[in-house]
């Protein structure tokens, strides 16, 4: 069963409730009606429902009534998620007129529903902004405990099955932080490790990644990749880790023992902690390209419960996939 089967099959095991704010999005609303139809999920779709319910027939999708759609404008807790909404943002001075001018945006709405428990995680960007999309993350449902910063990791799936585990590596970060200190860099170490075992179903073992091995070069980007090792074999303890090295030495196993003779992870690791975005971003982007790899994500992670972002590009089938993805990381948030 590949990666993406295991993912589904997952979720369809332990059912979780994730929101989908463009409820009347095309390709949100295909994929809803996919998703329903094959239990990967309890959805909660946000639109007028007349208007999702009049899509839904004009491209005949035959599951939606499935889904719990709840208006933005007219729901039996939306002064309950105002005052909500109020409460947690009373020290930036909201009031609670202010609140309820937002509850009924979607994106602040459905991290109300996560907020107050009538949800387990959520997914938009197929026509906002990534900006969007987090900022009312970041201010309801806030990072994880220990973590300040959030991150984006992508599952790469490989033709090099000699690598990872069966050509899949998790590296983070690809999405979030163009130029992490340390203890951001340690967060997104222990993060990805976290996303790998609950999306990849790894017991993770983490390079981070630089361009010296065990000291062959030495510069200060260096050395806060060796500080950020320092700081997340602290936070994590529990964490299979090591660094640096370079990426030869991280997933090839001859190379690793002669570069990092003794590590646990050199020539094992399945996670690849990259020093900063611009190194994420290109690295993916070139496996992706010139490698013929699958690239799936970017998840994000630090979220103190799941809430995912799409590209505007995105397909149909993305979709799905990152309901199932979001789905086993709520499940993990719970454990």
């Keep these: 069963m590949d990666l993406i089967s295991q993912i589904v099959e997952r979720a369809k095991a332990n059912k979780q409730r994730i929101v989908l704010p463009e409820g009347t999005e095309e390709r949100t609303l295909k994929a809803a009606d996919q998703l329903l139809a094959d239990e990967v999920a309890n959805l909660i779709l946000i639109g ?28 039996p807790k939306k002064e309950e998620y105002a005052q909500l909404l109020c409460e947690l943002r009373k020290k ?15 994106l602040y709405l459905g991290c109300l529903i996560i907020k107050a428990g009538d949800a387990d995680g959520q997914l938009a960007g ?7 999309v987090l900022r009312p993350a970041l201010q309801i449902i806030k990072t994880s405990p220990g973590i300040t910063c959030v991150s984006g990791a992508m599952l790469m799936v490989t033709q090099a099955s000699e690598y990872g585990d069966n050509g899949v590596v998790v590296m983070g970060d690809v999405a979030v932080t163009p130029m992490p200190d340390a203890n951001q860099l340690a967060q997104i170490a222990v993060c990805t490790a976290q996303t790998a075992k609950a999306v990849a179903g790894m017991d993770p073992r983490v390079a981070m990644l630089s361009f010296s091995s065990k000291g062959s070069a030495k510069h200060e980007v260096v050395d806060k990749v060796l500080e950020a090792l320092a700081i997340a074999k ?45 190194v994420g971003n290109i690295a993916y982007k070139l496996v992706e390209r010139l490698g013929h790899a699958t690239a799936i994500g970017p998840i994000l992670q630090g979220i103190a419960r799941p809430v995912n972002d799409l590209s505007r590009g995105c397909s149909i089938d993305d979709i799905y996939k990152m309901v199932a993805i979001t789905a086993n990381q709520a499940i993990a948030a719970k454990a």
């Design 234 to 278: 602290e936070m994590a303890p529990e964490v299979k880790i090591d660094g640096e090295l370079q990426a030869d030495a991280a997933l090839v196993p001859h190379i690793g023992q002669s570069k990092a003779p003794g590590s646990e992870i050199a020539g094992k690791a399945n996670v690849l902690v990259v020093p900063c975005l611009e």
């Design 48 to 75: 007028n429902p007349d208007e999702i319910n009049g899509l839904a027939n004009q491209w005949g999708l035959k599951n939606i009534h499935k889904a719990t759609i709840i208006d933005p404008e007219d729901h």
């Design 92 to 106: 930036k001075g909201m009031t609670i007129e202010e609140a309820r001018k937002l509850v009924v945006n979607p």
């Design 126 to 132: 197929a026509k906002n902004t990534t900006g969007d």
